[in-house]
């Protein structure tokens, strides 16, 4: 995460920060499958109601979320630093964990000093060569939906929504319940 945090800023950087970002979010992805299909427990439904009314409320607005994706992205379910659950999108190989404000356009350009002075403020205080930079602490990845083509196309076309719905029988809820727990 800290070659992702770091190089976020600096567009000389930005094939590191893809490649890094894609790797990790492919990693993450990849990691939150199973075999077994079984439902999520209280906990996970628990959470997903206070936020979302229900799990199909979850799921739907996951769901539009994914849908929204004009290309290539991800779509996150994440606790926020108050452990509020929030689901964002990403786009091509865009991280949650990009030292960036949430506004931004993307890497930095010339003429960017105000966007740079935001990040420069939120790594004082810290060595960068430590993992824990930017916004890493305030998001926890809990949920992330690859949406690249490649991921969706050679199983179901242009079906995007029958993936998505295929996605729910293979997430590991036991795994995204560790994950709330701890952070609760």
Do not use: C
């Amino acid at each position: 995460m800290e070659i992702i945090t770091i190089s976020s800023i600096y567009p000389e950087h930005a094939a590191l920060y893809n490649y890094a970002s894609q790797a990790w979010n492919t990693n993450f992805f990849l990691q939150q499958l199973t075999e077994k299909h079984h439902e999520p427990n209280m906990i996970v439904k628990q959470s997903f109601a206070a936020q979302f009314g229900s799990l199909e409320g979850f799921k739907n607005t996951f769901k539009a979320h994914a849908l929204g994706i004009f290309g290539n992205g991800w779509t996150w379910l994440a606790l926020d630093k108050d452990g509020k659950l929030y689901i964002k999108n990403t786009y091509n190989g865009g991280s949650l964990f990009s030292m960036l404000p949430s506004n931004s356009k993307g890497l930095l350009g010339v003429g960017n000093e105000e966007v740079l002075n935001i990040a420069v403020k939120r790594s004082e205080g810290r060595n960068s060569s430590v993992a824990n930079v930017g916004n890493i602490n305030s998001v926890v990845p809990l949920l992330g939906l690859n949406m690249w083509m490649d991921a969706y196309l050679p199983d179901f076309g242009y079906d995007r929504e029958a993936y998505i719905e295929s996605f729910w029988k293979v997430v590991n809820w036991d795994q995204l319940s560790q994950k709330l727990y701890k952070k609760e």
